[in-house]
């Protein structure tokens, strides 16, 4: 835990200067009308005003959360708030207003009443249409191996991590397990580990300074929430158990360097499509036991996973696998993740551009690799510090 | 605990009654045709030969899970069994065919794309649409007071149950606070406290014999699952804090007497409509401190639930209040409450018809009550019972 508070000022200062940058974006906004910057997000939560020019009140607190800060923003709040404590992807609404009635669900009263969705697989509450997607989805991409993995799905893959760890923590040992990610780390990776005072596992910090004997979990994100690099597991012991939380591993945001191929994979709606609202992330898993321990997680948890949001993420990734085969078909047409790249792309030139012109503040520059969905050199361009900056917009 | 093992013990006699009953009843069924009986009940799982005559093996272990008992349904799995471990509402499927397109719900791919639904609302996930149709329904049904309570959503009650655990647990207390329910209580509760080792709150067994001294949480599940007895707080130490599962408190199941005005009440539209799922339920909080907490919860273990089936509960729920209006306005229509009252109402008749006709079982009587919802007198009829003997059909 030795670096952690060092880390965590440098990830302060990071904060602060995103803050301090947005402000310079509003004046851009408001002076230019761009198009792009913050056109849909957090639209739901106020009336407008709080966006506006003005005295404006910073909140750069990493442990502020989503309720306080989502209050923070209502227009009965006391004093203007731009909220910089997290995203909301909302940004990729364009795209699926263009797309029409294609990824409209009809769903009758009648319908998926059932508790259970498929009794033969070991994740009785998955949709099989749901799983069919997913499998196709990776394969279309290229940026997981599914052949011999079980899937779970889960309610967000914040419950797919808890799952996680439940299934991966010896049942009877003296103590619970230590948990480990290299700093910065997903700020919510502690608080999530640790509020139900868990005997199986606990928050052991900074996977860098990690070195207590025995086993261990580690969790890789990659790329990294918050600073958008490409990570690998750092710890590297005998008795580690892996889980690799990949939410932004996907064209987008990142070069598609080669199908991932882990014990333990996690993936959500939330960061590929855009789609926060419908709660679905899903787990790649090669070992049965852990799958069917994950399962068991989830059925004492919420006893399944919501069919209607798994129905409608079904249509909705079926539409961008549609998109990438018909892009390559027909070169014209415009996949997701061209559309969702370019985005990205226009978002991290204005940011850079703003950072820039302000003297003050620098951001940090991402190795170009090749991307096998693109079949190019890229660019990485993280999907977090642009969707924090889009929260203000 | 002391109480414990003679009360499984009865418990589980009353299962194997159950169980022997219900081979009965599928020699009823496929003698006379009968039109009710296991009409729908887990018809996504087998292809009916498991439920055919012949070698029947039956399980009727408490300890079976939901996986284990789908699986065991499944047609490549080894032998024949009856699942007596859990029931699945889907028998309300047929009124809401006949609805018709009334509660079809169509949602556009753009839609529900935020993690947020009300920033004002202290539960900043809940859709405002099915905060204002609980308040109607349970206006409606006269069966809990609305008035001066915070809505929390979660995923199933089951979510809510857990969220409740831990924001009635003192956070730093030096031991975790003990978890009671009177038996037989429903069977889940020991594992649902007890999987994640949580440092907050134990399970603590039978409510009867606790005697303990010191802060404690009791959970009041009335009708109660498994035995459908109208329940009160037993315990009654001025250190107690009540959770009310009041997922059968609906006019089909028993007679309304009053709303239910208590600290903390739990509802699900699994046993309230029959969308289980959806996975879909609700908590009626006057604190809101506790409101609080439970939201915080809801947010670190899936953050949020899904929209789309928020939205489709809405729908579905407007309906059920709509139909219930429309029948005391016109007396020939039939509510959603009379149609699930009288399904039940001829189950219950087959069910004690069989036992009786067995001569070596029987099921226990209810009183009679008068029910505000109907306006009359009635008999409890109770829905776990039933449930377990239509997954049979």
Redesign the interface.
Same mark, same amino acid.
């Given at each position: 835990m030795a670096k952690l508070p060092n880390m965590l000022s440098l990830w302060n200062l990071l904060v602060l200067s995103l803050a301090l940058n947005v402000s310079l974006i509003l004046r851009m906004v408001s002076e230019s009308q761009e198009r792009y910057i913050g056109s849909s997000c957090?639209k739901?939560? +106020?009336d407008g005003h709080v966006f506006h020019e003005g005295s404006l009140t910073i909140s750069s607190s990493l442990s502020s959360?989503?309720?306080n800060s $989502? !209050?923070a923003?209502?227009p009965?709040g006391n004093g203007r708030v731009i909220n910089l404590d997290h995203g909301?992807? @909302?940004v #990729?609404?364009t795209f699926? !207003?263009q797309?029409g009635?294609?990824? @409209?669900? @009809?769903?009758? +009263?009648?319908q998926? *009443? $059932? #508790?259970?969705?498929d009794? $033969?697989n070991?994740c009785?509450f998955l949709e099989p249409e749901l799983a069919k997607e997913l499998v196709r989805l990776h394969n279309v991409v290229g940026n997981a191996v599914t052949d011999g993995r079980h899937i779970v799905v889960?309610? &967000?893959s914040?419950?797919l991590f808890?799952a996680a760890l #439940?299934a991966l923590s010896p049942p009877d040992a003296a103590e619970p397990i230590s948990v480990v990610s290299a700093a910065p780390y997903y700020s %919510?990776y502690p608080? *999530?580990t640790d #509020?139900?005072?868990?005997?199986?596992y606990k928050w052991a910090g900074d996977a860098d300074s990690f070195e207590k004997e025995g086993p261990y979990i580690e969790l890789v994100t990659s790329p990294n929430n918050p600073d958008g690099y490409v990570r690998r597991s750092v710890v590297n012991r005998s008795q580690g158990l892996l889980v690799h939380d990949l939410a932004y591993y996907w064209p987008q945001y990142t070069p598609i360097s080669s199908p991932a191929d882990h014990e333990l994979t996690l993936f959500t709606v939330?960061k590929s499509t855009?789609?926060?609202? *419908? !709660?679905?992330g899903w787990a790649l898993v090669k070992d049965q036991e852990v799958a069917?321990k994950m399962?068991?997680?989830i059925?004492?948890?919420?006893? &399944?996973? %919501?069919?209607? $949001?798994q129905l !409608?993420a079904a249509?909705?990734l079926r539409?961008v696998s549609d998109s990438c085969v018909q892009e390559r078909r027909f070169q014209g047409e415009e996949s997701f993740f061209k559309f969702s790249y370019n985005i990205m792309s226009q978002r991290w030139k204005q940011l850079r551009a703003t950072v820039e012109r302000s003297g003050m503040f620098s951001l940090p520059r991402f190795s170009p690799a090749f991307c096998t969905f693109f079949t190019q050199i890229l660019e990485p361009q993280p999907g977090d510090p642009v969707f924090l900056q889009l929260s203000c917009g």
């Open positions: 957090f739901k939560q +106020g959360n989503f309720a $989502s !209050r923003n209502h009965q909301d992807p @909302t #990729y609404e699926w !207003r797309m009635d294609k990824t @409209t669900i @009809t769903i009758p +009263g009648w998926s *009443m $059932s #508790y259970f969705s009794a $033969s070991i009785w889960g309610t &967000g914040s419950q808890l #439940y %919510s608080s *999530m #509020y139900q005072k868990s005997g199986l939330s855009g789609h926060a609202g *419908m !709660r679905i069917k399962t068991k997680f059925e004492l948890n919420t006893i &399944g996973v %919501s069919k209607d $949001s !409608r249509k909705v539409a």
